[in-house]
């Protein structure tokens, strides 16, 4: 699993952790049921300690997006119970910042179905 780290950016490690895998299992990148590296490989691989890998699994367990397991490890899911109030409360923040950027509700539709066509190809 590639991913690329910002270390100077003011969004935590494990939180860009979060967000690409998140990505990546919408992009199709990622399958369900493909496994994930170990704690301690992504650690090693990313050159972060391992209590930042394991809160980002963490947060991804809680979300439902991966299944962990002694044996198996780490397992990407798709989590079946649709958008969660978080993702529904983040996506009204972030829509707010574009509302107070001065983006109109017509370029914030635009640019919404500009991303979905961008992220999810075909779908």
Do not use: H, W
Request: aromatic residues 4%.
């Amino acid at each position: 699993m590639l991913l690329r780290l910002d270390f100077s950016s003011g969004v935590p490690i494990y939180q860009q952790i979060r967000n690409q895998v998140v990505v990546s299992i919408a992009s199709g990148e990622l399958e369900p049921g493909e496994k994930l590296p170990t704690i301690r490989a992504l650690a090693e691989e990313a050159g972060i300690n391992m209590m930042t890998a394991s809160k980002a699994y963490q947060l991804l367990k809680a979300e439902g997006y991966i299944t962990t397991g002694r044996r198996d490890g780490a397992t990407v899911r798709i989590p079946s119970a649709g958008a969660g109030p978080e993702a529904v409360e983040g996506l009204r923040l972030r829509l707010c910042e574009l509302r107070l950027a001065g983006m109109g509700k017509e370029a914030i539709l635009e640019l919404c179905g500009k991303l979905i066509d961008e992220e999810a190809p075909g779908k």
